[in-house]
């Protein structure tokens, strides 16, 4: 199969803007994620609607594809960009890398290709099992339960399933956990698809868009990784980013 990835970047943030181009160890986060993509995929583009941001792309050497502002998630960037980039080269699997994602890597991609071995899989996912309290109970870290065959169930931002009869300083030692690490691949003819589906109560109640495709009967394959990357949502983050850099690189 031929894959490739995708990594939407806007520059207007509310908590954080330019956060794309903001630097780490001497780069803009922009291009670490881009490069620890290439680890895994040859063709990997940045869908962007800022010119400030493609400039940057060309001048580290990558590849970008200029998209609509008005689009009001990732996976429609990412479907708008894919139906650019079909017209210059083909592929059956697309991986929707976040743009504040500089630590993603190699192993975690390869946990998500993996999943398109079984047929059936239209999207996979990334999950990772908790270990922390603090991220059990932690409504923005939305968790996820999927059956034997490792397809989604549910997820939710409260603690699934619910441990009956265990206080919750309990629950970590009574069952295995797993929190939803936001990465997604889909199959090039189901993307589209996705894009055309009208928000769903489930999805409006959690404000988490996979229900949505649950709900309208897509299949979700979970790929189980102990690689958790750090995400960088406000300028804060990008502080404790340079510290598990720094911590990585004296290790």
């Not at 060309?58 to 970008?64: C, E, I, L, M, V």
């Not at 059956?92 to 991609?109: M, W, Y």
């Not at 603090?134 to 939710?156: M, Q």
């Not at 309208?216 to 990784?225: D, H, P, R």
Request: net charge negative; proline share 6%; aromatic share 10%.
């Amino acid at each position: 199969m031929k894959f490739i990835a995708i990594i939407p970047a806007r520059y207007q943030s509310t908590r954080f803007p330019g956060k794309p181009l903001a630097l780490l160890a001497g780069k803009p986060i922009i291009q670490h994620v881009y490069e620890n993509a290439k680890k895994s995929v040859d063709q990997v583009w940045v869908a962007t609607d800022d010119e400030r941001i493609a400039a940057t792309v060309t001048a580290f050497g990558g590849q970008y594809v200029m998209t609509n502002p008005d689009h009001p998630s990732g996976t429609d960037r990412c479907a708008e960009a894919a139906r650019t980039i079909a017209q210059e080269t083909d592929f059956d699997v697309i991986i929707n890398i976040q743009g504040d994602e500089p630590f993603v890597c190699d192993a975690q991609l390869e946990a998500l290709k993996q999943c398109f071995e079984d047929p059936n899989t239209e999207i996979a996912t990334l999950v990772k099992k908790i270990e922390q309290e603090e991220v059990l109970f932690n409504p923005n870290r939305p968790k996820v339960v999927f059956n034997a065959d490792r397809y989604a169930l549910l997820f939710s931002r409260s603690t699934i399933p619910y441990i009956r009869g265990k206080a919750e300083n309990e629950w970590l030692a009574s069952h295995s956990f797993y929190s939803h690490l936001g990465m997604y691949a889909y199959r090039a003819d189901v993307l589209p698809q996705l894009t055309q589906l009208q928000p769903s109560s489930l999805e409006l109640a959690e404000s988490l868009e996979q229900l949505r495709w649950l709900e309208n009967g897509y299949k979700i394959k979970i790929a189980v990784t102990e690689f958790e990357s750090i995400g960088i949502d406000t300028p804060e983050d990008l502080e404790q980013a340079k510290l598990f850099l720094e911590q990585r690189n004296r290790s």
